[in-house]
């Protein structure tokens, strides 16, 4: 049987506890990094990852980028639709997208889709407030994705400091001094007021599920193109747009042409 030990003396406090006294008052007396949120809106940086944008005008329903997601998160809906020939040539046949979405409850924000994309169509979105109550709700379509697309940055330049090419500087100016002379002429012009501008909302509904029903192929509206590039808008978007622009105005068209002879 061994003897009993003695009980150790209690010694000075060992090291190791007033480093860790000395972190928990450091910390205490240091300004806090956290953010209330969302009362405090985060100082992101201009690219963020935050949502993915489509521009609907440039998708073809080529399918690559639903086929190389790995989650399987993109829903693409298409049907074929005969253009018809042009200048004597042969008619053609189109894809025309009817749905296209994203389901961000399974998106892992990896971006393949945004980098395999060969039209321009897809771009991230710094937007990052759109939170929901529900996981169904998180399958955005293609109006909202298209929505987002007004949040998308312009590409930076290629060279900081650089010289523009004479050729598109001589365009920018042109485009400039066209958009100055269009703004100088309506504002000159009193506008008078457009009698459309009081119809009920009914009639506006019926008219828009009319040009919903109208196809029209898209093509570059050389106006707004011009007035978004004297804006300082990113040749990439301002053709969008332009392309946008170009297909309302267009089915705007046929659509009071339609109305006009079933008037008549």
């Known amino acids: 049987m061994s003897a009993p030990t003695a009980p150790k003396k209690k010694g000075p406090p060992q ?34 990852r935050g949502v993915i944008a489509l521009m609907e005008e440039n998708c073809t329903v080529c399918m690559l980028c639903a086929r190389e997601c790995p989650d399987w998160c993109i829903y693409i809906d298409s049907h074929k639709e005969t253009v018809p020939p042009k200048d004597g040539g042969r008619a053609r046949t189109r894809n025309i997208l009817d749905r ?49 697309m007004d949040t998308v940055p312009p590409p930076p330049e290629l060279e900081y400091g650089a010289e523009l090419p004479k050729e598109i500087q001589q365009g920018l100016d042109a485009a400039r001094k066209k958009a100055a002379q269009r703004a100088a002429a309506t504002a000159a012009a009193a506008p008078a007021k457009d009698d459309a501008e009081q119809d009920s909302g009914e009639k506006k509904e019926v008219e828009q599920r009319l040009e919903d029903t109208i196809h029209v192929e898209a093509q570059i509206d050389q106006d707004v193109f011009d007035k978004l590039v004297a804006e300082g808008k990113s040749e990439r978007v301002a ?14 068209r046929q659509a009071d042409e339609i109305r006009a002879k079933e008037e008549g």
Do not use: N
């Not at 506890?17 to 969302?38: D, I, N």
């Not at 053709?239 to 705007?252: G, I, P, Q």
């Open 100 to 148: 296209f979405a994203i389901d961000f409850a399974l998106c892992m924000y990896c971006g393949i889709c945004v980098e395999v994309c060969p039209f321009d169509a897809l771009f991230w979105s710094p937007e990052f407030e759109y939170s929901t109550e529900t996981i169904e709700e998180l399958t955005h379509e293609k109006e909202q994705l298209r929505k987002w």
């Open 239 to 252: 053709r969008a747009k332009a392309k946008a622009a170009y297909v309302r105005a267009e089915k705007k």
């Open 15 to 48: 090291i190791g506890l007033l480093k860790g006294l000395g972190v928990t008052l450091k910390t205490f007396l240091s300004k806090p990094t956290t953010q209330q949120y969302p009362k405090t809106k985060p100082d992101l940086a201009p690219r963020t």
